[in-house]
């Protein structure tokens, strides 16, 4: 019955249908019952982010599915600073204020 709810959840977000989704995945969330489905609904929840324009949410959650199975990619603990860098949102530590771009 799950396996029917995520192609529910994923014809929803694919014909962005991104409300009826979103009601999707949390139900999802709370009937997970192993690593795989909680990994299938991260992916899904991801993708929801994606499409919502939620980057840095994405990245996150994508940690979140990784680290269901004990696998914590190094460097990318920052990864939301990172998004919010690349958005404008946040300092570079990388670039001096003295520095002129360039």
């Not at 977000?13 to 997970?32: D, H, P, R, T, Y």
């Amino acid at each position: 019955m799950l396996g029917l709810f995520l192609e529910r959840a994923e014809c929803e977000i694919l014909n962005s249908k991104l409300e009826q989704a979103a009601g999707l995945v949390e139900v999802l969330l709370i009937k997970a019952q192993s690593k795989i489905d909680q990994a299938e609904i991260c992916r899904l929840r991801m993708l929801l982010q994606l499409r919502q324009g939620n980057y840095a949410p994405a990245v996150r959650t994508a940690l979140e599915g990784l680290r269901t199975f004990g696998v914590e990619p190094a460097g990318l603990a920052d990864a939301g600073t990172d998004a919010s860098r690349i958005r404008g949102d946040a300092p570079d530590p990388r670039r001096s204020p003295d520095r002129e771009p360039g």
